[in-house]
């Protein structure tokens, strides 16, 4: 069965009890889409934002993520793309709080309409938007598609860049950010022009004023593709760090380049958990090199009672500010992977759930 959607993969666990009892024995795991986001920062294509807006929505309809990274506040002379972040923000939380103003439209251009649908109906199943362009029913329509629990809301995260930018979060309203930080000092400094030790006092000004859930990315899990491998004791060093000294609610992992492989992962978490990191306060943000090593890893992952995964319906993602710059094991151009994908997400996900099942 070809699982690419909430709907499709509800559909499957429904075909077996047990397939029901082993996923809410997981916690019932719902993705963190990143497509607005990661998906979209390395576009070369800048789309307006009532374009985004409907991309938000499609995506709660579709896949029901647990969460959703609407942006980054980023200055727009670096990602220009996501320039209308704290606009969108704002548009995004009026649909999931469901008080738009009925006169108010959200239309995509008539033109743009059916390159929408093209380009992102690629489901062959679940339940289409009525109309993309009009949605006044906001939330209520999201409720009524079972995308959010009645009397819930999906959160909804913005990335801060530094410091200078977390009152612009507060004043904004966010109750849930994501910060970044690297395991690879030439890769923050090309990103950030900040050292490690610079953004670690950052991020813990940051983690002190804030009241909110934080998701802390750090970047160049095993491989960086300035430096090279990076070392697993080190490695683990950085993620006992922010555990332990910023309070951060997640620390997700990001496999920067898609070249992390199962023994390496394991390496990895599983010192950081015997130093004290609790398996659950960790995610993975992984970009695919080879698909039986994602799905191996999410394997591991599962069985450890890690079950939040970025997933994008881009299919695209990547650091653009590193994108295309020569590593330092080849000179060659370093092609960043795509993102982990809906379709590979359930993949992983059914084939755990199929294997427990045979146990």
């Known amino acids: 069965m070809n699982i690419s959607c909430a709907k499709s993969f509800g559909s499957w666990l ?175 400094l090309a990103n950030t022009k900040k050292t490690l030790e610079q953004t670690k006092q950052n991020i813990k000004y940051i983690c002190d004023n804030f009241q909110g859930k934080i998701k802390l990315y750090l970047s160049c899990i095993d491989t960086c593709p300035l430096a090279g491998p990076i070392d697993h004791i080190y490695i683990c060093e950085q993620i006992v760090w922010y555990w332990k000294e910023c309070g951060v609610n997640t620390i997700c992992l990001s496999d920067t380049v898609g070249s992390l492989t199962p023994k390496s992962f394991i390496s990895i978490i599983d010192q950081a958990h015997s130093q004290g990191v609790p398996y659950e306060s960790i995610s993975l943000h992984l970009h695919v090199g080879l698909e039986s090593d994602v799905i191996k890893i999410m394997f591991e992952a599962l069985d450890r009672g890690i079950t939040g995964f970025d997933v994008s319906y881009l299919e695209t993602g990547g650091c653009s500010v590193t994108m295309g710059m020569p590593s330092s094991s080849d000179k060659s151009k370093s092609k960043i992977k795509p993102n982990l994908s809906y379709p590979l997400y359930y993949k992983g996900l059914t084939s755990y759930i199929e294997s427990k099942n045979i146990e």
């Open 14 to 188: 429904k075909s077996n009890p047990q397939y029901t009892k082993i996923y809410k024995n997981l916690g019932s795991p719902k993705p963190f889409d990143v497509s607005l986001r990661d998906g979209l920062q390395s576009s070369k294509e800048i789309l307006d934002t009532t374009y985004k807006l409907n991309m938000f929505t499609k995506s709660c309809v579709h896949y029901t993520p647990q969460a959703v990274e609407i942006g980054s506040l980023v200055s727009p002379k670096i990602l220009p793309m996501l320039a209308d972040s704290a606009i969108l923000y704002k548009m995004t939380r009026d649909v999931v709080l469901g008080c738009i103003p009925e006169d108010k439209d959200l239309s995509l251009e008539i033109d743009r309409r059916e390159d929408l649908l093209v380009e992102l109906d690629r489901i062959p199943e679940g339940k289409d938007l009525p109309e993309l362009g009009c949605i006044p029913e906001g939330k209520d329509l999201l409720v009524e598609l079972g995308c959010i629990p009645e009397g819930k809301d999906i959160p909804l995260y913005l990335l801060i860049p530094s410091s200078s930018k977390l009152a612009d979060a507060i004043e904004l309203g966010c109750s849930h950010i994501s910060l970044i930080s690297s395991v690879s000092e030439k890769f923050q």
